[in-house]
């Protein structure tokens, strides 16, 4: 197969905190039979990303950050899949580019009619939630509770669970996203802000036979 004549141009983070970057630009080099060029629309920033950038994972530098996207495959040898939308992820970095190479098993296709913006988060926080349903039923649990209940994971976290006939209680912090996540269709949520929280949840838990609770770290707890 010939090499198309589109470069590829990605972000390299040269020393801890981003301090110092440069773009670096190649060619595309010969496709391998099951390789696919991605046109990269949008790369999110998560958590795992900005962990990378402070050195908490004692990442090597240079480097290119990101580890999700979504885009249009603009190459291929399967010619059936040039125009496919696709979602993205990969453990080693490096999405934070205008084009990515990938093996066609590395890749999720979309529905023609998918938005990619939401397309470019179809893996760490599906995954993430999934394995979280999936240990609350290893322990045999009818539901559990999560906090967070309103972030996107969270979100996520409670479809799945019905889906699969658990009941799973969303602790959110203010009244505010309680209503909100009551307006969305979720049936059992809790806020953390009341004086009654403990009691109301303890009650909740008992009501759906709750024995498994979920807590949400992050920040410096988790570094």
Same mark, same amino acid.
């Given at each position: 197969?010939?090499?198309?004549?589109? !470069?590829?141009?990605?972000?390299l983070v040269k020393k801890i905190n981003a301090e110092e970057i440069e773009f +670096?630009?190649? +060619? /595309?080099?010969?496709?391998?039979?099951?390789?696919?060029?991605?046109?990269?629309? #949008?790369?999110?920033?998560?958590? #795992? +990303?900005?962990m990378k950038m402070s050195g908490v994972t004692g990442a090597q530098f240079p480097y290119t950050p990101c580890v999700e996207c979504s885009g249009i495959i603009e190459d291929a040898n399967n010619k059936s899949l040039v125009g496919k939308k696709v979602s993205f992820l990969s453990l080693k970095f490096g999405c934070l580019s205008n084009r990515i190479i990938a093996s066609e098993d590395e890749i999720l296709i979309l529905n023609d009619d998918a938005d990619l913006l939401s397309g470019s988060q179809m893996s760490c926080n599906p995954f993430t939630a999934s394995g979280i349903v999936d240990m609350a039923i290893s322990l045999n649990a009818k539901a559990f509770a999560i906090t967070a209940g309103?972030?996107?994971?969270?979100? /996520? /976290?409670?479809?799945?669970?019905?889906? !699969?006939?658990?009941?799973?209680?969303? /602790?959110?912090?203010s009244d505010e996203k309680l209503k909100e996540m009551e307006s969305e269709g979720f049936k059992f949520v809790i806020n953390s802000s009341k004086e009654t929280f403990v009691e109301d949840l303890n009650k909740l838990m008992i009501e759906v036979e709750a024995n498994i609770l979920f807590d949400t770290l992050a920040g410096s707890i988790v570094g």
């Open positions: 197969m010939e090499k198309t004549t589109n !470069k590829i141009k990605s972000l +670096d630009e190649k +060619d /595309i080099k010969v496709l391998e039979k099951n390789e696919v060029v991605i046109k990269v629309k #949008y790369v999110p920033l998560i958590h #795992y +990303d900005l309103n972030s996107h994971v969270g979100k /996520i /976290i409670s479809n799945i669970a019905k889906d !699969k006939g658990l009941a799973c209680i969303s /602790i959110v912090r």
